[in-house]
């Protein structure tokens, strides 16, 4: 599940990976995320034992807003 596919480094069994060329160095290599209708968005973090929904929310903001929730972690 968490495995990078051969031609995606950062796609594993129908999880989007924080690895390979498209990671955010921000972000904890260890999340990985589902995508799914309508922008909706599981993230998850289990360094830090945290899932994140985020529904509806705007494309362009969920870099941002993942962002702000690991920066609200390290305070």
């Known amino acids: 599940?968490?495995?990078p596919s051969p031609t995606l480094p950062n796609y594993g069994y129908l999880w989007w990976l924080n690895t390979g060329?498209?990671?955010n160095p921000?972000?904890?290599s260890s999340a990985f995320s589902a995508m799914g209708a309508g922008s909706n968005v599981i993230w998850i973090d289990p360094d830090h034992d945290l899932v994140v929904?985020?529904?509806w929310i705007d494309k362009t903001a969920l870099e941002g807003f993942l962002l702000r929730v690991v920066q609200a972690l390290r305070s």
């Open 1 to 3: 599940m968490l495995t």
């Open 21 to 23: 060329p498209a990671a």
């Open 26 to 28: 921000d972000l904890p």
């Open 53 to 55: 929904v985020a529904r």
